[in-house]
């Protein structure tokens, strides 16, 4: 480590419980920035029917997503809409972290050969 640059976390008092707070700090962290994120992500009924957008612009969340899945980098998204930023690109990656950490699915039960 250079001279100068401190850990970010450290077990400065020797407790080993460095881990839970490294953790800790991150999550908090992680809540602020979700939620500024967040706020980019807004909903118009007048826009594509009440879908989520970003920042009532006419381009939305599911079709970030789409380009994303179907391997589109970020880099060209940004290109292809040029007011869109990178944290709205992140907005909608979180976006979609939050429903489906929220969504209840049953899981399969598969039966053992006997």
Same mark, same amino acid.
């Given at each position: 480590?250079?001279? /100068?640059?401190?850990?970010?976390?450290?077990?400065? =008092?020797?407790?080993?419980?460095?881990?839970?707070?490294?953790?800790?700090? %991150?999550?908090?962290?992680?809540?602020?920035?979700?939620?500024?994120?967040?706020?980019?992500?807004?909903?118009?009924?007048?826009?594509?029917? /009440?879908?989520?957008?970003?920042? /009532?612009?006419?381009?939305? %969340?599911?079709?970030?997503?789409?380009?994303?899945?179907?391997?589109?980098?970020?880099? =060209?998204?940004?290109?292809?809409?040029?007011?869109?930023?990178? =944290?709205?690109?992140?907005?909608?990656?979180?976006?979609? !972290?939050?429903?489906?950490? !929220?969504?209840?699915?049953?899981?399969? %039960?598969?039966?053992?050969?006997?």
């Amino acid at each position: 480590m250079a001279a /100068g640059n401190a850990p970010l976390f450290s077990d400065t =008092d020797g407790d080993g419980f460095w881990h839970d707070k490294c953790l800790t700090k %991150v999550m908090r962290r992680r809540t602020v920035d979700e939620a500024k994120l967040l706020d980019r992500i807004t909903v118009d009924p007048t826009i594509f029917g /009440g879908k989520p957008t970003i920042r /009532g612009r006419r381009l939305a %969340v599911e079709h970030v997503l789409a380009m994303l899945a179907a391997d589109d980098q970020a880099e =060209d998204i940004l290109k292809a809409y040029p007011w869109l930023e990178a =944290d709205d690109i992140r907005a909608c990656l979180t976006y979609a !972290h939050r429903m489906v950490a !929220h969504e209840r699915v049953e899981p399969s %039960v598969i039966e053992k050969a006997a």
